[in-house]
RNA sequence: GGGUGCUUAGCUCAGCGGUAGAGCGUCGCCCUUACAAGGCGGUGGUCGUAGGUUCGAUCCCUACAGCACCCA
C-alpha cells in the first residue's frame, strides 16, 4: 500500500469497474428497495445540495444491497421548462435572435441539440460523488416513454373532467410571456411606497381616501371595498365615485375581507391585477377590467393617454395625473412584498388568461362524477394522514397536509415551446377535442369538429411529468419491454412494478409541494399505490457561516472543486465568469481571495461524503465548514494507514503458520483478552451504525464509526497489538494477526456505504489475506452483531488498562517528563484483581505508558518518594528520583485532591436530600452511593500520598 | 397575520430528566519505525433570558428576546 492515503488514486478506477460489472444493477434477490432520484435539470451542473442529496441516497442504496435487498436507484434528468428554454433563448439572444426568428420547429430542435451537449455533464458528475444509480435505466422526462406517460395521464384525467380549460388569474411573468406556478414565485420584500388618493363621490359632495402601493392599477378598479361594520363609511356603502382620469364610475362596496386598521381601512379593487381583488370581484359579481397586455404595458381599455407606457412609466404618469388634478393626498415610503419571477427576476402580473388546470378542489362535478378534491387531493392527503407515507423529520408531514388542506386548482399550462405539448386541438368553433393524436382526438370526440383543428400551443408546467415520476420510469402505461433511443430496455412494468411503492424519497423541503404532493397524487390515481413509504426530507446545504449560496455572494461551493481541490486563480476565474455586474465581480473576487487564499486543497470524494454523513442530522439546514472536512479527510488518512500497518505485521505471520483462512466470522482471540475486548466493542459499534441507519441519523452513524476506527481501534487496539506484533513470546502473534484483520474487515463493510472508494481499496488488500475470494466490497453481506462476542468481562478489564495507563501519561505530562523517556513505575494496595491485571497487562502498560517493568511495594514497606494517582483502591507511583519536583507533585495533587471534594460536596448534597433519596428511583440512589464511595476511596489514597510527600 | 424550526466550548454541531460531548481551533511536550493529515496531555461552557413543574431541568411547561424559514 502507498505510504499515505491519495483519494485521486483510488477513485480513478473503482468507479468505473462497478459500473461495467453491472453491480448497481437491481440483483434480482431479496425484498425490493427502490430509490427515485430527484431528477435533476437535463443541463444543470451538479452543487452541493445535490452533492449532499445524493449521498445520502447513496448510502442507503448501498447499505441496503449489502443487507441483501434487491436495490434498484432509479436516476433520470428532468426537462425543467422554464430554465432551459430561457438558456437557450439567452444563447440566441447573443447572436441577437429571439425564438420567434427560428419558429417553433426549429427552436425546438436546438434546445434537444444543446440537451446532447450538456445532457450529461450532471450525471457524470453524480459519477463523482460515487451514485450507485442503475445508469442503463436511466430515463428523461421527454423520452418516449415518458412523453407517453404524460399525454395517457392527460387524456385520462380530461375525460374524467379532473382537467378542465378556463380563463383565470394567474401568476403572469411578463419577460418569459408565460404563466408560472405560485410556487415559482418569490415574495420579496422592497422599498416602496404608499399612496392615498382621493376618489370623489359621483355627486362630488363627500370623497373617501384609498391607499395603494400601485397606484397604476386604479386604472381597472372597478369598486372601492370597506368594512361593514366599518362606521366611518357606513354612509357611503352602496353610493358611486367617480374613478378619477376615467371617466368611469364605480361603487362602494361592504366585505370584510378589509382590514379597518390598515391604511384608511378604504381598498381599491382591482380584480384583472390582483388575487385578493379577484376574490372579492367575484363575491360582489364585479366584471375585472384587464389593464396591461401580456407584456405590462397599458391596454386599450384605459384611457388613450397611458396606452402603450410600461406598468412603471405609467405609474409615473398616473400620479403626475394625480397630483395636478389635487387628489393625491399623501406619499410616503413603505415596505412592500413584491411577487418576483424566480426563472426571470421579472415582477410577476396577475393577469386573466386562458389556461389548462387539474381540479383539485371540487367535491363532486355536475354529472355526479367525483370531483379532484374527492379523486385527486384527498387520498394523496390520506396517505400520510394514515400513516402510509411517513415524513423524516416527521414534522414535515404538518406542512404537506397544511398546504393540500388549501390548496388550489393547479395550473398546468405553460406558453413555452420546451415542454410535452398539450394533447389538445380546437376546432374552428373553438370546441376542443383531446387525445394521443389529432386522429385519435377526432376520434373520441362526440361531435364532429368544426373546420380544421389547430393543436394548441402551449406545453404542460414541467412537474406534471416529474409527478408521474414513480411509475413512468417504471414502464408505465406500456405493458412490455420501454426501449430508450439506443434501442436498450429500459424499463419493463410488468417485472419493474416491484419496485413501486420506493422505499424512501430524498428530497429537499422546498419541493414538498411541487413535487412530492403531485407524485403522490398522481401516483394513487393512476396505480391506486402510494409512490413512496418514507419521504426523508435532507437539510439545505449553507456555507460555513450559514449564509445561502448563491453566485452573487461568491459562497458557493463547487462539490468537484472539493474533491480534485482548486488553485486560487482558476477558482476566482471560474466563480466571476458568469457575473456580469462588475461591482458584484468585485465583490465575490476579493470574497474568495479571502476566504481561499490557497485556493481549495483536494480532499477526494471519500472525505467529501464522510463529511455530509456527519452533518446529516435531523436540523434543517447544514453550514458547510471546509475544516470540518479536513478533519474527515485526516480520518481517511488514519484509516489508511491503520490498514496499513496491520497488513504489513499480518505478512509477518508465515502463511503456513496461520492458524485461520477463510476466516471473515470464524474468530479465535485466542483467549486474549484484548482479542474480546475489541471483538465486543464491534458488536456494539455494528448495533448502534444499525439503529443509526434505521432512523436516518447519518451524523450518529458516522460518528459512530469514527470513534471506533479512532479511538478504540487505533488508539488503543492496535497500540495493544503492537507488543505481540514485535516481541510475542507466547505464540499468539497470529491471534492477534488474525482479530485485527478481521475486525479491519468488518470496519470497512460498515464504513463501505459512506466511503466506498477506500473501503473498496483497502479491503481488496485485506479480503485475500482472510481467505476469501470475492469481487467486490460491493455485494459482500453488512456485518450483523453477534450476541456471543460481547464480553462485560474484557470491557472491564481494558477499561482498568486504559485508566491505568492515562493515569501514568497524565502525570508524565504534567510533570513534564519527556515523551520519550522510560520511567520507573511502582504500584501498591490494590486488590487482588489489581495484582492480576498488572500481571497479564505489563507488557502493554509498559509499552504504552513508556515504563519499566512495573514493581509492585507490598504493605507496610517502605517508599520512595513519588508522584501518583488512584485508580480504585490502586496507587499508580512513578518515584521522584531526578524526574519530578517534589513542590509541583504537591501542587498538582493539591489540585487533584480539591476537584475531587468539589465532587465529593456534590454528591453528598443529593444523599444529604431526604426527598432525594426518598424520591428518585433506587439505582439513581445507589449510583450515587457507589460514585461517593469511590470518590472517597481515591480521596484518601491521593490524601495519604499526599502525607507521604509532606515527610 | 398563521405556521415551523433554531439559540449548548472561539467556530460548526450532537446530546435532551439523573457526573455537559464531538470535529475544527487553541496551549504545552514529542518527528516514540502505521499515520506530523500524527502521538500524549491540557485549556475552554452559570447549555438565549425569566418564571414554573420535579427530589433533581441544558432536557418538560409558560412567557419573553434574538435568528432563520414557510404560508397568507
Redesign the pocket.
Known amino acids: 500500500m502507498e505510504?499515505?492515503?491519495?483519494p485521486a488514486q483510488i477513485e480513478s478506477t473503482w468507479y468505473a469497474r462497478w459500473e461495467a460489472s453491472g453491480a448497481f444493477k437491481p440483483s434480482g434477490q431479496g425484498e425490493p428497495y427502490c430509490i427515485l432520484l430527484p431528477p435533476p435539470n437535463v443541463t444543470g451542473t451538479l452543487h452541493m445540495g445535490h452533492a449532499f442529496q445524493q449521498t445520502v441516497m447513496d448510502m442507503l442504496v448501498r447499505y441496503q444491497r449489502m443487507r441483501g435487498m434487491n436495490t434498484l436507484w432509479q436516476v433520470g434528468t428532468d426537462h425543467a421548462g422554464i430554465a432551459t428554454q430561457k438558456i437557450v433563448e439567452n444563447q440566441l439572444a447573443v447572436e441577437q435572435k429571439t425564438r420567434h426568428d427560428l419558429g417553433r420547429d426549429a427552436f425546438v430542435e436546438r434546445v434537444w441539440k444543446w440537451k446532447e451537449e450538456s445532457g450529461s455533464t450532471i450525471t457524470n458528475q453524480m459519477r463523482r460523488i460515487g451514485a450507485a444509480a442503475d445508469w442503463s435505466r436511466e430515463r428523461f422526462t421527454m423520452d418516449e416513454g415518458l412523453s407517453a406517460a404524460v399525454r395517457k395521464v392527460f387524456i385520462d384525467w380530461y375525460r374524467a373532467g379532473l382537467i378542465y380549460r378556463g380563463n383565470r388569474l394567474v401568476n403572469w411573468d411578463p419577460v418569459l410571456g408565460t404563466a408560472v406556478s405560485?410556487?415559482e414565485v418569490n415574495?420579496v420584500e422592497r422599498d416602496g411606497h404608499m399612496w392615498s388618493i382621493r376618489y370623489m363621490t359621483a355627486d362630488g359632495a363627500a370623497s373617501l381616501v384609498v391607499a395603494t402601493t400601485r397606484p397604476e392599477t386604479m386604472l381597472g378598479d372597478v369598486a372601492v371595498a370597506v368594512h361593514p361594520e366599518d362606521e366611518r363609511y357606513a354612509h357611503l356603502i352602496g353610493q358611486l365615485l367617480h374613478l378619477p382620469l376615467t371617466g368611469r364610475q364605480i361603487p362602494v362596496i361592504a366585505d370584510d375581507y378589509v382590514d379597518r386598521d390598515f391604511g384608511t381601512g378604504c381598498v381599491k379593487i382591482t380584480p384583472a391585477h390582483d388575487f385578493n381583488d379577484y376574490a372579492i370581484g367575484q363575491r360582489h359579481k364585479l366584471a375585472p377590467i384587464t389593464i396591461f397586455t401580456l407584456d405590462a404595458k397599458v391596454n386599450d381599455n384605459a384611457p388613450e393617454k397611458y396606452r402603450g407606457l410600461d406598468r412603471y412609466d405609467a405609474r409615473k404618469a398616473v400620479l403626475a395625473d394625480l397630483e395636478a388634478s389635487g387628489l393625491l393626498v399623501e406619499t410616503k415610503p413603505h415596505k412592500l412584498?413584491v411577487p418576483v419571477s424566480q426563472r426571470s427576476d421579472a415582477v410577476i402580473e396577475p393577469m386573466l388568461t386562458d389556461q389548462w388546470f387539474v381540479d383539485l378542489t371540487s367535491d363532486v362535478q355536475a354529472d355526479g362524477r367525483p370531483g379532484g378534491r374527492k379523486a385527486i387531493t384527498e387520498p394523496a392527503l390520506d396517505a400520510v394522514r394514515n400513516g402510509d407515507i411517513k415524513f423524516v423529520p416527521e414534522?414535515w408531514a404538518?406542512?404537506y397536509t397544511?398546504?393540500l388542506d388549501?390548496i388550489q386548482d393547479w395550473c398546468i399550462s405553460r406558453q413555452l415551446w420546451w415542454g410535452h405539448r398539450i394533447p389538445a386541438w380546437y376546432d374552428e368553433a373553438g370546441n376542443i377535442f383531446v387525445g394521443e393524436d389529432e386522429a385519435d382526438a377526432r376520434a373520441s370526440a362526440a361531435t364532429a369538429p368544426v373546420g380544421a383543428l389547430r393543436q394548441d400551443d402551449d406545453v404542460l408546467d414541467t412537474w406534471f411529468s416529474s409527478a408521474l415520476w414513480p411509475f413512468s420510469t417504471l414502464g408505465w402505461p406500456a405493458n412490455g419491454p420501454v426501449q430508450n433511443e439506443r434501442g436498450d430496455v429500459v424499463a419493463n412494468w410488468e417485472q419493474d412494478k416491484i419496485f413501486l411503492p420506493s422505499a424512501v424519497l430524498v428530497t429537499g423541503f422546498?419541493i414538498i409541494?411541487f413535487w412530492v404532493a403531485r407524485m403522490v397524487m398522481a401516483t394513487k390515481y393512476f396505480t391506486g399505490q402510494i409512490p413512496f413509504r418514507e419521504v426523508y426530507i435532507n437539510a439545505i446545504v449553507?456555507d460555513?457561516?450559514?449564509q445561502?449560496m448563491s453566485k452573487s455572494k461568491g459562497n458557493t461551493l463547487d462539490p468537484l472543486d472539493l474533491i480534485d481541490g482548486i488553485a486560487l486563480e482558476p477558482l476566482v476565474e471560474k466563480s466571476t465568469k458568469s457575473l456580469l455586474i462588475p461591482q458584484v465581480r468585485a465583490k465575490v473576487e476579493k470574497r474568495i481571495r479571502k476566504d481561499y487564499p490557497d485556493g481549495i486543497p483536494a480532499i477526494g470524494t471519500d472525505a467529501l461524503r464522510f463529511t455530509f454523513a456527519a452533518?446529516a442530522?435531523?436540523?434543517?439546514?447544514?453550514?458547510f465548514?471546509i475544516?470540518?472536512a479536513?478533519?474527515?479527510?485526516?480520518f481517511?488518512?488514519?484509516l489508511w494507514?491503520?490498514s496499513?500497518?496491520v497488513l504489513?505485521n499480518v505478512d509477518q505471520v508465515e502463511p503456513d503458520q496461520r492458524k485461520w483462512n477463510n476466516a471473515r466470522s470464524n474468530f479465535s482471540d485466542g483467549g486474549l483478552l484484548i482479542n474480546r475486548w475489541i471483538l465486543s466493542r464491534l458488536q456494539a459499534t455494528i448495533r448502534e451504525v444499525e439503529e443509526h441507519f434505521r432512523s436516518y441519523r447519518f451524523?450518529?452513524a458516522a460518528?459512530t464509526l469514527?470513534e471506533f476506527v479512532?479511538n478504540e481501534y487505533?488508539?488503543w487496539y492496535?497500540?495493544l497489538c503492537?507488543p505481540y506484533f514485535s516481541g510475542d513470546k507466547e505464540g499468539n502473534k497470529d491471534f492477534v494477526s488474525q482479530t485485527a484483520l478481521q475486525v479491519l474487515e468488518h470496519t470497512l463493510r460498515l464504513l463501505h456505504p459512506i466511503i466506498p472508494f477506500i473501503t473498496e481499496e483497502i479491503w481488496q488488500q485485506v479480503a485475500p489475506r482472510l481467505g476469501f475470494e470475492t469481487l467486490s466490497i460491493f455485494d459482500q453481506p453488512y456485518p450483523i452483531a453477534e450476541l456471543r462476542l460481547d464480553s462485560i468481562e474484557a470491557d472491564r478489564e481494558v477499561s482498568w488498562l486504559k485508566a491505568t495507563v492515562?493515569k501514568v501519561?497524565?502525570i508524565?505530562?504534567?510533570m513534564?517528563i519527556?515523551?520519550?523517556k522510560t520511567i520507573p513505575l511502582l504500584f501498591a494496595d490494590g486488590d487482588d484483581g489489581d495484582r492480576a491485571r498488572v500481571a497479564k497487562f505489563a507488557a502493554q502498560i509498559s509499552f504504552l505508558a513508556r515504563t519499566e517493568a512495573p514493581q509492585w511495594i507490598e504493605a507496610g514497606a517502605d517508599e520512595p518518594a513519588a508522584a501518583a494517582a488512584v485508580v480504585g483502591t490502586l496507587r499508580v507511583m512513578i518515584p521522584l528520583a531526578g524526574l519530578i519536583d517534589v513542590a509541583a507533585e504537591k501542587a498538582r495533587l493539591t489540585k487533584e485532591i480539591a476537584r475531587i471534594e468539589v465532587?465529593i460536596r456534590k454528591c453528598e448534597g443529593?444523599l444529604g436530600?431526604a426527598?432525594?433519596v426518598a424520591?428518585?428511583?433506587a439505582e439513581?440512589v445507589a449510583q450515587e452511593r457507589q460514585?461517593i464511595a469511590d470518590w472517597n476511596t481515591t480521596l484518601g489514597a491521593l490524601r495519604e500520598q499526599a502525607g507521604k510527600l509532606q515527610k
Open positions: 505510504k499515505s492515503f491519495e405560485d410556487l415574495n412584498q414534522n404538518t406542512t397544511q398546504w388549501n422546498d409541494f449553507r460555513a457561516e450559514g445561502k452533518l442530522s435531523y436540523s434543517r439546514t447544514i453550514n465548514d475544516k470540518r479536513e478533519g474527515y479527510k485526516a481517511c488518512n488514519k494507514n491503520a496499513r500497518f504489513m451524523d450518529l460518528q469514527y479512532w487505533c488508539d492496535i497500540e503492537k492515562s501519561r497524565q508524565r505530562s504534567e513534564n519527556s515523551p520519550g465532587e443529593k436530600n426527598s432525594f424520591n428518585a428511583p439513581v460514585r
